[in-house]
């Protein structure tokens, strides 16, 4: 088991509205200075576009800093998932973290026509849990396809939009989980008391329970990476974000290695 870091730890400091964009270089040293070694470029479609020479000097990039990478994209259509087992192949990826964005019967077919090279090539496509997939109906996609390079990336916050608890979806995925995604989350009441924001916070200070997740996962006993992400509202400008970012993914693998000690 692994700890480390997504994109999604960055995920300002990359976007446009920041005025000067890091780059993937960038996350890895990030990472690495930071005393973390593994980085999922995850939901970063920069990374598609990179050439032979780009992804052979991002490779070399992370191997230098001692920072395994993995992948995370969206999707399952077989041309698809083609391309980011050249990506892992090229950066030297065993597990690519992908979403469901169709129906049940469509996506068992996708995979099912894609997995055997991520078999042959030893690299895990983990499904993640999300809103806009019942987790049972996640589940379901996962054993019909019975593939030992198919399972799920479980990030419980996701599905609470969906009025999934996160107990529940924590229960119902443990056995196939392969990745998690670390990011603690809290509702807070809107101006007026009209409504509430589901958004992140620092870890260990929201509804995120860690021990039940770890207890039903077990990732130390079967080699589950950690992966910290926020879900950090944007804070009016992009240095005080920027800074308020920095802050989060510091305290929040301080406080996740404490953990796990």
Same mark, same amino acid.
């Given at each position: ?35 973390? +070694? ?7 479609? $920069? @990374?598609?576009?990179?050439? *032979?020479?780009?992804?052979? &000097? /991002? ?69 993640? +849990? ?7 109906? $996640? @589940?379901?996609?996962?054993? *019909?396809?019975?593939?030992? &390079? /198919? ?111």
């Amino acid at each position: 088991m692994t700890i480390g870091l997504s994109t999604y730890a960055f995920f300002w400091q990359w976007h446009p509205t920041s005025p000067e964009p890091i780059d993937l270089a960038d996350m890895i040293d990030r990472t690495a200075d930071l005393g973390a +070694t593994l980085f999922q470029i995850c939901d970063y479609p $920069l @990374v598609e576009e990179y050439d *032979a020479a780009a992804l052979r &000097a /991002l490779r070399t990039r992370a191997e230098r800093r001692d920072v395994e990478l993995e992948l995370g994209t969206r999707g399952v259509a077989p041309d698809h998932l083609a391309r980011y087992l050249d990506l892992a192949r090229a950066l030297d990826v065993t597990l690519v973290r992908s979403m469901l964005t169709t129906d049940r019967d469509n996506a068992v077919s996708a995979l099912r026509q894609a997995l055997p090279a991520f078999e042959k090539a030893g690299v895990t496509v983990a499904l993640e +849990t999300y809103e806009k997939v019942p987790t049972a109906t $996640l @589940v379901d996609v996962v054993v *019909a396809v019975d593939s030992p &390079a /198919l399972g799920i990336c479980l990030d419980p916050a996701n599905c609470v939009a969906a009025l999934e608890h996160p107990t529940d979806t924590v229960e119902k995925t443990a056995p196939w989980v392969r990745n998690i995604h670390v990011k603690d989350f809290a509702f807070t009441r809107k101006d007026g008391w009209v409504g509430f924001t589901l958004a992140g916070c620092p870890l260990g200070e929201g509804l995120l329970d860690y021990p039940a997740m770890v207890a039903a996962v077990r990732p130390a006993e079967h080699g589950v990476n950690q992966v910290i992400e926020h879900w950090l509202p944007w804070q009016g400008d992009s240095r005080t974000t920027r800074d308020l970012e920095n802050h989060w993914t510091a305290t929040n693998l301080d406080t996740l290695r404490s953990w796990n000690q």
